[in-house]
């Protein structure tokens, strides 16, 4: 069974105990570069296209490995998405197109497949050999009747932006936290399956 969202975010801060200045100052870093490209006329919205699927992948895999290993953050690991360049930005491209188009049906479908899209990064962590589609559809799979359970473990974070540099860290750690008690539920349900 998975945990309670008041478990995740209790283990999130525990993650973050001793990290939240650095949390908190790569979250600047990371707001600063996706908001600082996009406001450049012209050239903005290409760049920013370039950069930031594999700066959105960097910031999700930085609070996963703290999560996972509860080391120190490394600020370099905000840009780990431009070491495998063409699968990051391939994969976070097809998931922007995706929920746009569902979104352009209603707001509301679009929300829901956002969700559904949720653990793709998660997912191009672990398995380096999948990409695009693939890591699209093996996180619809995952969310699938978990959806909702992510959503409101989000909104339990809604302050309005009020104290955005810690609380981003907070939410991406939480999410980790999902992630990680996601993938050991359904695979604790996958063996069990197969006795």
């Given at each position: 069974m998975l945990?309670?969202?008041?478990?995740?975010?209790?283990?999130s801060r525990t993650t973050l105990s001793g990290n939240w200045t650095i949390a908190a100052l790569v979250t600047l870093l990371y707001l600063l570069i996706a908001g600082?490209?996009?406001?450049?006329p012209k050239v903005g919205t290409v760049v920013s296209l370039i950069i930031t699927y594999p700066l959105v992948y960097g910031f999700a895999i930085l609070f996963l490995d703290l999560f996972r290993e509860g080391k120190p953050l490394e600020i370099g690991k905000l840009f780990?998405?431009?070491k495998d360049f063409g699968r990051i930005w391939g994969t976070g491209i097809l998931v922007a197109i995706y929920t746009v188009l569902w979104t352009c049906l209603l707001i509301v479908p679009g929300i829901i497949k956002s969700y559904s899209y949720a653990m793709t990064y998660y997912i191009?962590?672990?398995?380096?050999?999948?990409?695009?589609?693939?890591?699209?559809?093996?996180?619809?799979?995952?969310?699938?009747g978990y959806k909702m359970k992510l959503f409101l473990l989000d909104l339990s974070f809604l302050t309005l932006g009020i104290g955005l540099l810690f609380l981003q860290p907070y939410m991406s750690t939480a999410r980790a936290a999902f992630y990680e008690d996601l993938k050991a539920e359904l695979s604790g349900r996958n063996a069990s399956e197969e006795v």
């Amino acid at each position: 069974m998975l945990k309670l969202n008041s478990e995740l975010r209790a283990a999130s801060r525990t993650t973050l105990s001793g990290n939240w200045t650095i949390a908190a100052l790569v979250t600047l870093l990371y707001l600063l570069i996706a908001g600082g490209v996009s406001s450049i006329p012209k050239v903005g919205t290409v760049v920013s296209l370039i950069i930031t699927y594999p700066l959105v992948y960097g910031f999700a895999i930085l609070f996963l490995d703290l999560f996972r290993e509860g080391k120190p953050l490394e600020i370099g690991k905000l840009f780990d998405g431009f070491k495998d360049f063409g699968r990051i930005w391939g994969t976070g491209i097809l998931v922007a197109i995706y929920t746009v188009l569902w979104t352009c049906l209603l707001i509301v479908p679009g929300i829901i497949k956002s969700y559904s899209y949720a653990m793709t990064y998660y997912i191009l962590k672990d398995e380096p050999e999948l990409k695009y589609n693939a890591a699209i559809e093996k996180s619809m799979s995952m969310m699938n009747g978990y959806k909702m359970k992510l959503f409101l473990l989000d909104l339990s974070f809604l302050t309005l932006g009020i104290g955005l540099l810690f609380l981003q860290p907070y939410m991406s750690t939480a999410r980790a936290a999902f992630y990680e008690d996601l993938k050991a539920e359904l695979s604790g349900r996958n063996a069990s399956e197969e006795v």
